[in-house]
């Protein structure tokens, strides 16, 4: 059973910069791909980046990209999420979720474990 751990939320004036990380325990990274999502209030969780586990192949979503990039650090089961740029409305919360049998799979119910979020607050 794998137990995710989501940190690095915060509130942020935009145009600055948060590095969110999700660490894993009971199990490795190394068996999955890991993807993060993130939530507004009234809205679909949106995934927004992922990195595949096979070859480390990377997914933006558009608005993100450029902006956002996703690492991993397997010796430290733990996947970093480097948010710059921030614009107020990449506030939201924000998980990261594992064990897809799909790569980029679209819906949240495909991912068996989930961490329990951070909050990301953008100020103008």
């Known amino acids: 059973q794998v137990q995710l751990v989501e940190s690095g939320g915060g509130v942020v004036q935009a145009g600055g910069s948060l590095r969110l990380s999700c660490a894993a325990s009971?199990?490795?990274?190394?068996?999955?791909?890991v993807s993060w999502f993130r939530r507004t209030p009234g809205k679909e969780r949106l995934l927004i980046a992922a990195?595949?586990?096979?070859?480390?192949?990377?997914y933006y979503e558009d608005s993100v990209k450029g902006r956002f990039t996703i690492s991993r650090d397997n010796a430290k089961n733990t996947v970093f999420l480097q948010m710059n740029s921030l614009k107020t409305e990449d506030a939201a919360v924000y998980s990261c979720?594992?064990?897809?049998?799909?790569?980029?799979?679209?819906?949240?119910?495909?991912?068996?474990?989930w961490g329990q979020g951070t909050l990301v607050n953008v100020s103008s």
């Open positions: 979720a594992t064990g897809s049998r799909t790569w980029l799979s679209l819906r949240p119910g495909d991912y068996p474990y």
């Open positions: 009971g199990g490795t990274f190394n068996w999955y791909s």
């Open positions: 990195i595949r586990r096979s070859d480390s192949a990377r």
